[in-house]
C-alpha cells in the first residue's frame, strides 16, 4: 500500500472535499425559498442525500414529502438537487403547485441528452443504479427507450431493437473506473455506440474520486463522511478500496466516536462526500484529535471554482 512515515499520528484531509456547486446551488434554493414564499414550503424527496443537510432545513421549515399529493393544492414544492420525471412535474400542475426547481445542472443536462436521442430514435442505455431518485428521474424523460445498466453482465444481456441505434448516457456520481468497464463492455457490442461530448460524471465526482485515490496512497485507511443514501459518497469508499486502502463511510459523529481500530494507526485519511456539510468534516477532525490525530494535513489534487447562480424562481420578485 506504500504507507508514508508520518511524524506523529496524522489525518490526511483531502481536497476538493464536501459540498460541490450542486449541492450549494440547492441548499441555498431552500434557504432563499424560505426567505421569500409563504410557509410550508414542500420538499420533494430529500434535497440532497445528507441527513444533517435535511435535518437542519426541516429545522428552518421545509416540509419533506415522498409523494406529490402529500402537497396540498396550491402549495409550494421544491425539486431537489437530483431532479424529477416529467411525470412528477405534471403531477404538481395538475395541484397547480408553485415549482422551485433545485435541480443541479449537470443532472438537467442528462435529461436534456435523454429528449435528444429519444427523439432520433436511438435506444438509449443509462450506466447507473436503477432505485437512485436521480435515475429515476432521467428514466422517467422516455421510459420507453431508457433501459438502466448496472454493471458489466447486465451490458453484456442489453438488447436494443436496432444495434446502430444505440446512446449511452451516465448517472453523475458512478464511479469513474467501474464505468469505463461497463461502457468497453457497450463499445464491444455496439461499434456505433453514441456517447456524449462529455462525460456526465460530473466534476465534482471526478475531482473527490481523484482525491481519495491520492489518500489510499498515502494512508492506513480512508474515513468517508457522508450519508449511507449518498451515491457519491458510497463510490468514494469503493474507489478507496480497489486502490488497495481499506474505507469505511461514516454518516455521523457518534459512529465515528465508537470506530474501535484506529489506536494503531499513524496516516488517517479523512475526505466528505459532495453533500457533506464542512460543519460535520470540522466537528470530525476535532473527534479525531481527541482520538490522538494531533496533526493535520492537506493533500489537494483539484482547486474549485465552480458555483452556480439560483433558480429564477428564487432570484426574480414575482415568478408566480
Ligand atoms: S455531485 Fe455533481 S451532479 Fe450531483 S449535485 Fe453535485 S455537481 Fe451536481
Do not use: W
Amino acid at each position: 500500500m506504500g504507507v508514508k512515515k508520518q511524524v506523529g499520528r496524522t489525518v490526511v484531509t483531502a481536497f476538493p472535499h464536501g459540498f460541490c456547486a450542486g449541492v450549494e446551488r440547492a441548499v441555498q434554493t431552500a434557504e432563499a425559498a424560505l426567505k421569500r414564499f409563504q410557509p410550508p414550503i414542500y420538499g420533494f424527496k430529500a434535497i440532497v442525500h445528507n441527513r444533517q443537510v435535511v435535518e437542519a432545513l426541516t429545522a428552518k421549515g421545509i416540509v419533506f414529502v415522498k409523494k406529490i399529493k402529500d402537497v396540498p393544492k396550491g402549495g409550494t414544492v421544491l425539486f431537489s438537487a437530483h431532479g424529477v420525471a416529467p411525470a412528477v412535474r405534471t403531477a404538481a400542475g395538475a395541484r397547480r403547485l408553485k415549482i422551485i426547481d433545485a435541480t443541479c445542472p449537470f443532472v438537467s443536462k442528462v435529461h436534456a441528452e435523454v429528449r435528444r436521442y429519444a427523439a432520433g430514435g436511438y435506444a438509449i442505455a443509462l450506466i447507473g443504479h436503477r432505485g437512485h431518485d436521480e435515475v429515476i428521474g432521467v428514466v422517467g424523460e422516455s421510459p420507453e427507450r431508457v433501459v438502466v445498466l448496472e454493471n458489466e453482465s447486465e451490458a453484456e444481456n442489453f438488447q436494443a431493437a436496432d444495434p446502430a441505434k444505440v446512446a449511452v448516457l451516465t448517472q453523475t456520481t458512478l464511479s469513474e473506473d467501474e464505468t469505463e468497464r461497463v461502457l468497453k463492455v457497450l463499445k464491444r457490442r455496439f461499434p456505433g455506440l453514441v456517447t456524449p461530448a462529455r462525460s456526465d460524471i460530473c466534476y465534482a465526482t471526478t475531482n473527490r474520486q481523484q482525491a481519495v485515490k491520492a489518500l489510499a496512497k498515502t494512508c492506513e485507511c480512508v474515513l468517508v463522511l457522508g450519508s449511507a443514501s449518498s451515491s457519491n459518497s458510497n463510490r468514494l469508499v469503493e474507489v478507496a478500496e480497489s486502490a488497495g486502502c481499506p474505507a469505511k463511510l461514516v454518516s455521523d459523529l457518534d459512529s465515528l466516536e465508537q470506530l474501535p481500530d484506529l489506536k494503531t494507526m499513524q496516516a488517517l485519511g479523512l475526505t466528505a462526500g459532495a453533500s457533506t456539510p464542512e460543519p460535520l468534516v470540522e466537528a470530525a477532525l476535532a473527534v479525531l484529535r481527541r482520538r490522538g490525530f494531533r496533526r493535520v494535513r492537506k493533500l489537494r489534487v483539484a482547486k474549485e471554482d465552480l458555483h452556480f447562480s439560483l433558480p429564477a424562481e428564487v432570484r426574480e420578485e414575482k415568478r408566480f
